[in-house]
């Protein structure tokens, strides 16, 4: 917050600089000597001053030479001392917006259709505390993007179920979930249970088709996981929490509201040994910021939104994210999780 406040002044004084800037080159353009026969040149034509007072008219010859030099100099001395404060200033709004000095790559551009993207990176130790399962714990590890398993009609159908069940609710902050496993939704700065509130008006909102085309989904998202891994898609067990996200500009309300921060999937969750995201809307078409960063050493790189666009990874360490801050517009996606524990599934969701 401090960060943020600190930005936003120096921006103040950088536009008010910049303003006072301006104001002054006005004035030493209208003052230039010799524009007016050999004086400093006066605001106002006529004989008259600024207020409309006559000009002394028997001032020596000398001291009217003497004093035009110094008045042409000040506006310019004024001019050079904010430049120098406007370029300080510009130095701090750099410090703060480059926080994070590392450099960024995109790893899937908006604008690129991906038959598939695929990046393997060492795995971390954070499955060694857990329960291992041959055949499927993670021992090869990475991330993948793909825009060949669903389509963009079906991403809408898929997103069209999403802003029907938000539609009951939805946080007083900037992120939302939906789960349609568990019923939890945001409502205001708490969560309800979605079937319990809401009762038999639940029929009213969903369709039986709306959760059949959530179980196809799913199923094509965890075979697309278990290929790239290498794994039998049948050791992968759905795992929660697995919902709908639907982030906006809005100011945080509580702590669930700040999807921004740094984290790792099997440390937050610690039944995840896979994660992924379908993409629901468009970045810089239905909304500015909100990619997905991976954070590696001196670098980050980042996934832009697609409709349809699906995004995958081992869940430990290695794979170290966050989501940028959504600037305007809303972004929709839905993420589901995948545990190697059968211990942990859960059932898809089945229509009330």
């Known amino acids: 917050v401090n960060l943020q406040i600190c930005t936003w002044c120096a921006w103040i004084l ?33 004989t008259g001053s600024v207020t409309g007072d006559r000009l002394p008219q028997n ?20 001019t050079a001392g904010l430049g120098a404060g406007l370029v300080l200033t510009a130095f701090l709004l750099w410090s703060s917006l480059g926080a994070d000095d590392r450099v960024t790559e995109a790893l899937a551009r908006r604008g690129e259709v991906l038959a598939g993207r695929f990046i393997e990176v060492p795995c ?26 669903i389509t963009r009609e079906e991403a809408e159908r898929i997103r069209s179920i999403a802003e029907k069940g938000l539609s009951l609710g939805g946080s007083d902050g900037g992120a939302s979930i939906l789960d349609l496993h568990s019923g939890a939704l945001s409502v205001g700065k708490h969560f309800v249970n979605l079937y319990r509130y809401f009762g038999d008006k639940i029929q009213n909102i969903f369709s039986e088709q709306d959760f059949q085309l959530y179980r196809e989904v799913r199923r094509k998202v965890q075979l697309t996981i278990a290929e790239a891994f290498g794994i039998n898609a049948a050791s992968l067990h ?3 929490p697995t919902f709908f996200s639907r982030i906006n500009s809005t100011e945080a309300r509580t702590a669930h509201d700040e999807y921004w921060h740094a984290h790792v999937d099997k440390v937050t969750y610690g039944s995840f040994d896979y994660t992924s995201l379908l993409y629901l809307s468009d970045y810089q078409e239905d909304f500015g910021g909100g990619r997905f960063v991976f954070m590696e050493e001196g670098v980050n790189r980042t996934v832009e939104p697609r409709a349809g666009r699906v995004s995958f990874f081992t869940s430990g360490s290695e794979n170290l994210h966050r989501v940028e801050k959504v600037h305007w517009g809303t972004r929709y996606a839905i993420t589901i999780a995948f545990s190697c524990n059968p211990d942990h599934g859960i059932q898809d969701p089945a229509f009330p």
Do not use: I, M
């Open 59 to 78: 001032l020596p010859n000398s001291s009217k030479k003497d004093r035009a030099p110094r008045e042409t100099q000040r506006p310019w001395l004024r």
């Open 238 to 240: 759905l795992t929660k």
């Open 14 to 46: 950088f536009l008010a600089g910049l303003v006072q800037v301006l104001r002054v080159c006005t004035q030493v353009h209208l003052c230039v000597p010799g524009a007016c026969g050999g004086g400093v040149r006066q605001p106002f034509a006529g």
């Open 124 to 149: 971390s130790e954070d499955y060694d505390s857990h329960r291992r399962f041959e055949g499927c714990t993670p021992r090869k590890c990475g991330r993948g993007v793909t825009d060949a398993v």
